[in-house]
């Protein structure tokens, strides 16, 4: 019998940033607890089929993964290999439905995704928790993406993975929108700036902030309160902006501050509309439901080159049908 899965899973947006490590911690550590939203609509597709000879494969949107890119995956799957006690090869075939390696947390879906097509093509049952911290080796803030119930999701550093903090339907009219700011990928991945900051003059200051913007944020979403949220978010935000900036990187473009000056403007006018930003280009608002025309507008009129509206999403669901094999020089 064939040993194939294949799961859906979305992104997750985190409200107050998952950024930076320590040296002396376990691989992709947090420095703060923090609080991130499943996105409704955005999905990576993944299928994995195990077999018993080649090598593995990593096809992500047609193309096999660049050579920098395998040995990551390839690494990743050598210490599932390791934990879970298998020796299959793992051909995996991914596609995502939003843009990849550009800021919109292809990374968490995609590893969240790996993880669980792999476990699954195993037969294996793992509780989520376990699943979840897996699922961080592969990426930190893919931890977030597992979850089975969606939602809003809390990661808390020192349990080591991430767990619901309240279903979807817990905050029906809560949106992001995204203000798309490119197409393109990014030119530095978001593991190498985070290495960097941690020589930044900045970092000490960052370590010790990070836990008042999650409490707010954790109070925040529990009471359904937009301005709590947004005003921790958006400070969050800007701090890790600051931060990274320090080290001589710059995620955003000519789109991007045009676009974060316009939300700050509108909010003047009296709409809970606050950004966030992640290691890319795209400004992204926090809202309610009735302003989304409003923000929307106002992120068209300041650059974007679209908008995607989501709202708290589903966690993973498993599908019957697969991705199509393809075959690449590797497998
Ligand atoms: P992003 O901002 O989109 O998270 P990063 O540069 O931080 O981009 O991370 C990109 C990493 O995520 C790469 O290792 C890439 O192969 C991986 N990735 C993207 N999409 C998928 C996918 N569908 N399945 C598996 N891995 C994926």
Redesign the pocket.
């Known amino acids: 019998m064939e040993r194939v899965a294949t799961v859906e899973v979305s992104p997750n947006l985190a409200l107050n940033k998952y950024w930076g490590t320590r040296d002396n911690m376990p691989k992709n550590t947090a420095l703060h607890n923090n609080v991130a939203v499943h996105l409704d609509g955005l999905r ?1 597709t ?1 299928t994995v089929r195990l077999s018993d000879e080649g090598k593995d494969s ?1 096809v ?1 949107n047609g193309k096999p ?1 660049s050579d920098k ?1 395998f040995e ?2 390839a690494k990743f799957i050598d210490y599932l290999r390791g934990e879970l006690g298998f020796g299959s090869r793992v051909n ?1 075939v ?3 439905n939003y843009p ?12 969240a ?2 993880t669980l097509a792999t476990v699954k093509a195993l037969d294996l049952e793992l509780p989520e928790t376990r699943l979840s911290y897996l699922a961080r080796s592969g ?1 930190g803030s893919a931890c977030r993406s597992v979850p089975y119930g969606g939602g809003f999701i809390e990661w808390i550093v020192k349990e080591g993975y991430a767990r619901q903090l309240a279903p979807p339907e817990h905050w029906p009219d809560f949106r992001v929108v995204v203000g798309v700011a490119s197409e393109g990928e ?1 030119e530095i ?3 190498e700036a985070m290495k960097r900051t941690r020589q930044s003059p900045l970092f000490e200051k960052w370590l010790s902030n990070g836990e008042d913007d999650y409490q707010q944020i954790r109070r925040g979403v529990l009471n359904k309160d937009i301005h709590a949220v947004g005003e921790a978010a958006e400070r969050n935000a800007r701090r890790m902006h600051r931060l990274i900036r320090s080290t001589g990187v710059t995620y955003w473009n000519a789109q991007s501050w045009p676009m974060a000056d316009a939300v700050e403007a509108l909010r003047d006018t009296g709409t809970e509309a606050w950004w966030t930003s ?3 280009p795209h400004i992204k608002v926090f809202c309610l439901q009735p302003d989304v025309p409003v923000v929307e507008k106002t992120l068209r009129e300041s650059g974007a080159l679209r908008t995607i509206v989501s709202k708290p999403g589903e966690g993973p669901m498993y599908a019957d049908t697969h991705l199509p094999p393809v075959k690449t020089l590797s497998a």
């Not at 800021?103 to 590893?111: E, I, P, R, T, V």
């Open positions: 990576t993944t990593f992500i993964v890119d990551r995956h995996l991914s596609q995502n990849t390696s550009a800021g919109l947390a292809s990374s968490a879906a995609g590893y995704a790996e990426s990014k991945s978001s593991q992640d290691a890319g």
